[in-house]
């Protein structure tokens, strides 16, 4: 097992283990030794095992560490930042309650780099990741979660000012995950009237029809409580998708789009520039070049955002999927930090969100097909090389193609954008079923067998 977009994720305890989790927790104290530790993770049912696991493995290799129980990662990643410790997460974040990952911050709360990761797995998969590094036993201490928990209430609203929300209406679904007992606090804090769903965590229904993927609850609660603001987090809650008072989607390119511009008219927007994937819808582009933002690409993952915003001391990128990362308040993506700013601008605005969502940016049709395949991190270029040319010269200038492979799942992902929706339906379904069947044997290999 490897390091994947957004560290390492399986099924528990068969494609992740206990005693892979112990060695990984071994492997993490080589690299960092000395360097103090905080722990947390998400409400799945597997997370309290994965969390001493990797403790236990902490622990004999002399590291002192502080688990802080059921938390978002934005908070472990803040405490590592305030602490100068290393942080580790227990969650596989938006995937089912079944699937389990460990997500690690470098000293001062930062992702880590390619580099790291890869001295990390060097120890993990070596023929010694299960000695005892030290021959002193290092400690586990239970933090102390109401400082922790002030501390960050402290941080969002230091956000946006000490500003307050005016009793704006916000109903908030938690994804019956890691924030499900803070969600309603937070934006109490900041003077919202606030109503949060999903919040009722039994260990197998995070993320279950519900949060940052499955919006369908939050836009239907929007409309009963008439609410003007809905906020989707996922289960550890470090990305958010938002819903206007009409119940529409407001994905993460239109909350970039609206907090650039404001930042912009504010002067606090670095070099007037945004950083977003390589996902970033084509109208994201347009509308950004049409108010002089201009857009910096990077790869798919946060990962690549985060290096991306300090390489060029920028001061807000994200993804379309709603991982949004605002480098002065924060190390990582923050679903509730980021919500809090956004209601913030639509506050100031005295408008709607779905007016600033409309005036945002016009979306291109987008199509997005996972494509099931038998190996991780495979793309058979080869195979689709002639049609995807051939699909591309038919879309020109208006529309575009992106096959890549999932960092945390057996899959190909094919993303095609296209003036006309039928446009790119067709163009995204010939392409699925082009990858599809490069993956099919041969007549040949079916002989052999």
């Known amino acids: 097992m490897r390091f994947g977009t957004d560290g390492v994720r399986g099924r528990a305890h068969s494609e992740l283990t206990e005693a892979m989790a112990s060695d990984l927790g071994r492997a993490i104290a080589r690299v960092f030794f000395g360097v103090p530790v905080v722990i947390g993770g998400d409400s799945r049912e597997s997370t309290p095992a994965f969390i001493a696991a990797v403790s236990e493995g902490l622990i004999d290799s002399g590291a002192t560490v502080e688990t802080l129980g059921m938390v978002p990662t934005p908070i472990v990643a803040a405490e590592a930042a305030n602490r100068h410790a290393v942080g580790v997460v227990i969650s596989a974040s938006h995937n089912p309650y079944y699937d389990n990952g460990i997500k690690v911050f470098g000293p001062g709360g930062v992702k880590l780099s390619a580099a790291v990761e890869a001295q990390i797995e060097d120890y993990w998969h070596s023929s010694k990741s299960s000695e005892v590094l030290s021959t002193e036993s290092g400690s586990l201490v239970q933090g102390d979660i109401d400082s922790v928990r002030s501390r960050y209430l402290e941080l969002i609203q230091r956000s946006i000012e000490h500003r307050t929300l005016d009793d704006l209406r916000v109903v908030v679904d938690a994804a019956n995950g890691a924030a499900s007992t803070l969600a309603g606090e937070v934006f109490a804090a900041v003077g919202a009237d606030v109503i949060v769903i999903n919040a009722d965590p039994n260990g197998t229904n995070i993320n279950d029809d519900c949060g940052a993927t499955h919006t369908e609850a939050l836009q239907s609660a929007v409309m009963s409580f008439g609410a003007d603001v809905g906020l989707a ?49 084509l109208g994201f582009h347009r509308a950004m070049s049409d108010a002089g933002i201009s857009v910096l690409e990077t790869p798919v993952g946060d990962r690549h955002v985060l290096e991306a915003l300090a390489g060029g001391g920028f001061s807000l990128g994200g993804e379309q999927s709603g991982h949004i990362i605002i480098p002065e308040h924060a190390t990582t993506g923050d679903g509730m930090l980021t919500g809090v700013v956004l209601l913030d601008a639509v506050t100031r605005s005295g408008r709607s969100l779905a007016d600033l969502s409309a005036a945002s940016m016009t979306a291109f049709p987008q199509i997005l097909i996972n494509v099931e395949v038998p190996v991780r991190g495979e793309v058979p270029e080869d195979a689709i090389r002639g049609i995807r040319q051939q699909l591309e010269a038919e879309l020109g200038d208006d529309g575009r193609i992106l096959i890549r492979p999932s960092g945390t799942e057996p899959l190909v992902r094919v993303m095609v954008e296209a003036a006309q929706q039928d446009d790119a339906e067709r163009v995204a379904h010939t392409l699925a079923d082009a990858v599809r069947t490069a993956f099919e044997p041969t007549d040949a290999q079916v002989d052999e067998e």
């Open 233 to 281: 987090l996922d289960g550890d809650a470090d990305r958010l998708i938002a819903v206007d008072h009409a119940g529409h989607v407001v994905d993460g390119d239109r909350v970039i789009a609206i907090l650039a511009t404001d930042m912009r008219a504010r002067d606090k927007l670095a070099a007037d520039t945004v950083v977003v994937t390589v996902m970033a819808n």
